[in-house]
């Protein structure tokens, strides 16, 4: 079964500050991959999704992340984070059947 | 426009005693699914739907049973609940599967003593 594995379990940035969080997978085909971003309290909300076409994609909020194959990512990054972005953020792999598998997520803090 | 509701929110439970979590959805969407989330373990899935009448396992289905005998809804059942169920158990829900964006409930926070 599919698999992702988020290296980061807290990261701390600066408000204006650029973000880069770190997600591995491991599948067989080739993935549908995600990034979902869960504030305290709530369910998760779609950031962005991959499964074809342009490597770089574009999500809400000014999130974008990146597929590399060759490295078995997909790397969620923004330019310059604001207070509001502080949450947990969980990148998913998913297959034909939506059988879909979570990292262990990621927690954002952002410094004033 | 309700999406995806989950009923209770919260709920205790004794070891050994029995519950069931409902998921409703008003967007006639296909498939369903329940996760459980844990401290560092993200969340995991313990059961799934892809239609009416249909469920498979997931990664985490000891101890769970689901059915879907409407299109709706999707309700998850803990026949005699261990403390090792304690969680936050997630509804979601997918147009289809392949691909598509999954909607999340709000959440039902499980407590077994």
């Known amino acids: 079964a599919q698999s992702v594995t988020q290296p980061d379990i807290h990261i701390t940035v600066s408000e204006g500050a650029s973000l880069e969080l770190r997600c591995n997978y491991s599948?067989?085909?080739?993935?549908?991959l995600f990034w979902y971003v869960q504030s305290p309290g709530q369910g998760l909300q779609l950031l962005l999704k991959y499964f074809s076409g342009d490597t770089l994609v574009q999500g809400i909020k000014g999130f974008e992340a990146e597929f590399k194959r060759s490295q078995s990512s997909f790397n969620l990054r923004k330019p310059s984070v604001h207070w509001s972005d502080a949450a947990e953020y969980f990148c998913?792999?998913?297959?034909?059947?939506?059988?879909?598998?979570f990292g262990a997520g990621t927690r954002l803090t952002v410094k004033p | 426009n309700a999406g995806v509701t989950q009923t209770p929110k919260f709920r205790v439970l004794k070891t050994g005693q029995s519950m069931t979590l409902l998921c409703a959805q008003d967007m006639n969407h296909e498939y369903m699914y329940w996760y459980r989330q844990d401290p560092g373990m993200g969340l995991r899935l313990i059961h799934y739907?892809?239609?009416?009448?249909?469920?498979a396992k997931g990664e985490v289905p000891d101890g769970y049973n689901v059915s879907r005998l409407k299109k709706q809804n999707f309700l998850l059942g803990l026949e005699s609940a261990a403390p090792s169920q304690t969680s936050v158990y997630f509804c979601?829900?997918?147009?289809?599967?392949?691909?598509?964006?999954?909607?999340f409930g709000s959440g039902t926070q499980l407590s077994v003593l």
């Open positions: 979601a829900s997918s147009r289809t599967g392949g691909g598509e964006k999954l909607f």
């Open positions: 599948y067989g085909a080739t993935p549908y």
């Open positions: 739907s892809v239609g009416e009448g249909t469920t």
């Open positions: 998913a792999v998913g297959n034909n059947n939506n059988d879909m598998r």
